[in-house]
């Protein structure tokens, strides 16, 4: 199988639309490229090649509580939890000038010219709201990239189900331990996950097809990788349709009964809607 370069991989995204200054959701799937001289870290340059010093790059450096279960650390570390959303961010957000959020299950990595205003209040709010690094991002006209990844992976529609505050998400109803930068340990408010999986949005199959009916997202080949590129407000506006109107026999997220699991992390939530705030914050 013929090896993709990091030069290769810059045109890709030239050819599909990315810009110097663009701020960028990036989803990612090494394997899918086939083979990448260099590997992770040779996409990872391409992606700062691309948008350049002024732009912006943000990954899911997500945990999904495994520091929590079984066996595990009981502890997020900002500068030493993995994520299991795969090499590339697992390599991203380990690299100089990258910053880490501080959810403690669903923390962000962001490199570039925002990456500090986005990362350093993200336990201040809600895990995927309109103030999360991703919901700022798209409030800011970013644009996300899906390098060999489906809507399956979309964290958008997490943003999109949190800033409407749909019944089935936990506004800051979960706590677990984490590290502070001045090494203290606090416990960190996340959101609380659903009982069941949302039939409009989580395999992402539904997004798809709104995406590409109303012609709001470009592919290419990159590789043997097809790459997407569409603007995280496009995606949003899409979920929204989904949650408000329901699809294919699914009722719209007001007639949905599911709602947050309980577990034993679960906490009251500290959430302050008229101040978008916690109440002690």
């Not at 900002?78 to 390599?91: A, F, H, N, S």
């Not at 996340?190 to 709001?216: D, F, H, V």
Request: net charge negative.
């Amino acid at each position: 199988m013929a090896s993709v370069t990091t030069a290769e991989i810059v045109e890709g995204l030239r050819r599909l639309g990315v810009e110097r200054g663009m701020k960028l959701m990036v989803h990612s799937s090494l394997r899918s490229f086939g083979h990448v001289d260099g590997g992770a870290e040779a996409v990872i340059a391409a992606l700062v090649d691309a948008v350049g010093p002024d732009g912006t790059l943000m990954m899911p450096s997500f945990n999904h509580g495994a520091p929590f279960k079984a066996g595990g650390a009981n502890l997020y570390d900002p500068l030493e939890t993995p994520t299991v959303d795969g090499k590339i961010p697992d390599t991203f957000w380990r690299m100089p000038g990258v910053l880490r959020s501080l959810d403690p299950t669903h923390a962000y990595a962001v490199w570039g010219a925002d990456a500090e205003r986005y990362t350093r209040e993200h336990h201040l709010t809600l895990t995927m709201g309109e103030d999360s690094p991703l919901g700022l991002l798209a409030r800011e006209g970013g644009y996300q990239l899906n390098l060999g990844t489906s809507h399956h992976t979309t964290t958008a529609k997490h943003v999109a189900e949190m800033w409407r505050r749909t019944p089935c998400l936990g506004l800051r109803t979960e706590a677990y331990p984490g590290r502070m930068p001045d090494g203290s340990v606090q416990l960190l408010r996340t959101w609380g996950w659903r009982k069941q999986s949302c039939p409009l949005t989580e395999s992402g199959e539904y997004i798809e097809a709104e995406m590409e009916r109303l012609n709001m997202q470009h592919k290419t080949q990159i590789g043997a990788a097809t790459v997407t590129l569409l603007k995280l407000t496009d995606c949003l506006e899409a979920i929204w349709g989904l949650l408000d109107n329901g699809h294919a026999g699914h009722p719209p997220c007001s007639q949905c009964p599911i709602r947050p699991r309980t577990c034993e992390w679960t906490v009251e939530s500290d959430w302050d809607e008229e101040r978008r705030r916690p109440r002690n914050g």
